[in-house]
């Protein structure tokens, strides 16, 4: 069955960085585009970027452009996020969820990791 | 950025209600809206697509319908295993966004 996990949250000191992973199960994980979603305590859900299945597309929220990258390990099963500079409305569970086609919704997602951050 | 509002955010039902819960988009986005349901500390399950396209293995008593900027998630007689958040997301345009959520616990 489809099964994604992610990695890597924690506590984080303000401008450091973090790489957040998630690792695919259960499909063909070269065969579809991956997203990353995140949700604030107390917030709703916010779309952070996506990957297309090549690697070859990568688009971001306007909030994390430029410190947000996305990529993909297709050897290993893998989606990263990498976080530069982190700031505290980054503190968030951070999902990942598998494109259902290159449509942009998603079919399944993972349970999340928690990153906070805070001094 | 397309703003999705969701009504109501909280919702009281019992056994056996009919439940509808409705996604409202500041900007036409067609029939590109999906469904979600939510349990504490579980994923996120898809249960609607295209507004009314049912994911494969969702119950029927899940209907999704609308098109434009109005849509609703109906729940025909809801079930124990139904009480949770739910909600929509549009796919209409970049960036992706999402409605606030709609809880739905026991009356």
């Known amino acids: 069955q489809v099964q994604l996990e992610e990695s890597g949250g924690g506590v984080v000191q303000p401008g450091r960085s973090l790489r957040l992973s998630c690792t695919a199960s259960g499909f063909t994980f070269s065969d579809y585009t991956m997203h990353w979603v995140r949700q604030a305590p107390g917030k709703g859900l916010e779309w952070v970027a996506v990957?297309?299945?090549?690697?070859?597309?990568?688009q971001y929220a306007d909030s994390v452009k430029g410190r947000f990258t996305i990529s993909r390990d297709d050897s290993k099963n893998t989606l990263d996020l990498q976080i530069s500079s982190l700031r505290g409305e980054d503190t968030a569970m951070y999902f990942c969820a598998r494109d259902w086609g290159q449509v942009w919704f998603f079919d399944y997602w993972g349970q999340g990791t928690l990153v906070t951050v805070s001094s | 950025d397309i703003q999705m509002t969701q009504s109501p955010s909280t919702l009281s039902a019992s056994v056996g209600d009919r439940v509808t819960i409705t996604c409202r988009a500041s900007?036409?986005?067609?029939?590109?809206l999906a469904w979600y349901q939510r349990k504490p500390g579980k994923a996120p399950n898809l249960l609607i697509y295209k507004a009314s396209s049912l994911e494969s293995g969702v119950p029927s008593r899940f209907r999704g319908s609308g098109s434009g900027t109005e849509f609703t998630l109906t729940i025909s007689s809801l079930q124990p295993d139904d009480f949770a958040t739910y909600f929509c997301?549009?796919?209409?345009?970049?960036?992706?966004?999402f409605g606030g959520g709609t809880k739905v616990d026991i009356k």
């Open positions: 990957i297309s299945y090549d690697g070859s597309d990568k």
């Open positions: 997301q549009q796919y209409n345009s970049f960036p992706l966004t």
């Open positions: 900007q036409s986005i067609s029939t590109w």
